[in-house]
């Protein structure tokens, strides 16, 4: 496609059911990274994938997120067990990610996961 | 640790008029990225300009334009003769030049009064 596409768009489920919300990055693009936005807050970092390397996990808030990129392509984002604090707008992006390209550092955004949890 | 302040929540201006959104970032590094981005009502975030560290002339995009004080740490946005189309939530990020993850801002909320 010509963007980044995530799905679901929304996504309602009950606390302690498991989630997986995917992410489809541009072709090509080596970087990929999973935000979380909550109501009225800045976007937090959760994960970055780069290429073949080990991904940051470092924003992981706990032990119940994971993520995987398989193929160096598709991303999915998996939250177990959620709680009412996971609810909030899951943003995917992707970038060339080449530093020293001309566009190193242009992140392009999908238009988000908005998952409630009830 | 790296932090990005956007201390204005909320902003308003008047069709046609220039407006600048303020942004500082704390950083202990001397190569790294700056971007403003912009987040309509839709949620897809959209790249409005991006600045090197290492180049002292300011970025500029059509009506966007920045005024970037490395020693100050500060990033302002300046949109000249605002339009409707740019009501929207507008993000200010910083990224080591390593490229491992964006650090926003809290962003600001700009309306566009017809």
Same mark, same amino acid.
């Given at each position: 496609?010509?963007?980044?596409?995530?799905?679901?768009?929304?996504?309602?489920?009950?606390?302690?059911? *498991?989630?997986?919300?995917?992410?489809?990055?541009?072709?090509?693009?080596?970087?990929? @990274?999973?935000?979380?936005?909550?109501?009225?807050?800045?976007?937090?970092?959760?994960? @970055?994938?780069?290429?073949?390397?080990?991904?940051?996990?470092?924003?992981?808030?706990? *032990?119940?997120? !994971?993520?995987?990129?398989?193929?160096?392509?598709?991303?999915?984002?998996?939250? #177990? $067990?959620? #709680?009412?604090? *996971? !609810?909030?707008? @899951?943003?995917?992006?992707?970038?060339?990610?080449?530093?020293?390209?001309?566009? @190193?550092?242009?992140?392009?955004?999908?238009?988000?996961? $908005?998952?409630?949890?009830? | 640790?790296?932090?990005?302040?956007?201390?204005?929540?909320?902003?308003?201006?008047?069709?046609?008029?220039? /407006?600048?959104?303020?942004?500082?970032?704390?950083?202990?590094?001397?190569?790294?990225?700056?971007?403003?981005?912009?987040?309509?009502?839709?949620?897809? %975030? +959209?790249? /409005? +300009?991006?600045?090197?560290?290492? &180049?002292?002339?300011?970025?500029?995009?059509?009506?966007?334009?920045?005024?970037?004080? &490395?020693?100050? &740490?500060? =990033?302002?946005?300046? +949109?000249?003769?605002?339009?409707?189309?740019?009501?929207? %939530?507008? =993000?200010?990020?910083? %990224?080591?030049?390593?490229?491992?993850?964006?650090?926003?801002?809290?962003?600001?909320?700009?309306?566009? +009064?017809?």
């Amino acid at each position: 496609g010509a963007g980044v596409s995530q799905s679901p768009s929304n996504k309602v489920t009950e606390k302690g059911k *498991d989630v997986e919300l995917r992410c489809d990055p541009i072709s090509g693009h080596t970087a990929l @990274y999973w935000y979380r936005q909550s109501l009225g807050q800045g976007l937090e970092f959760l994960i @970055y994938f780069q290429g073949n390397s080990a991904p940051d996990k470092s924003g992981l808030p706990s *032990d119940r997120f !994971s993520a995987e990129r398989t193929g160096g392509s598709v991303s999915t984002l998996t939250i #177990q $067990r959620t #709680q009412q604090e *996971d !609810s909030a707008v @899951y943003l995917c992006a992707s970038s060339l990610g080449g530093e020293g390209d001309r566009t @190193y550092g242009e992140a392009f955004f999908g238009q988000g996961t $908005r998952l409630t949890v009830v | 640790a790296q932090t990005v302040t956007q201390s204005q929540p909320e902003m308003s201006v008047q069709e046609a008029e220039t /407006v600048t959104l303020s942004c500082t970032y704390d950083t202990s590094e001397n190569n790294y990225y700056l971007f403003w981005y912009k987040q309509p009502p839709s949620r897809q %975030m +959209i790249l /409005v +300009i991006r600045q090197e560290a290492y &180049k002292q002339q300011n970025a500029t995009e059509n009506r966007f334009s920045v005024n970037f004080q &490395k020693a100050a &740490k500060s =990033f302002s946005l300046k +949109i000249s003769d605002s339009q409707l189309g740019d009501t929207a %939530m507008y =993000f200010c990020a910083f %990224m080591r030049n390593t490229g491992n993850q964006f650090y926003f801002g809290t962003g600001t909320s700009l309306t566009v +009064i017809p």
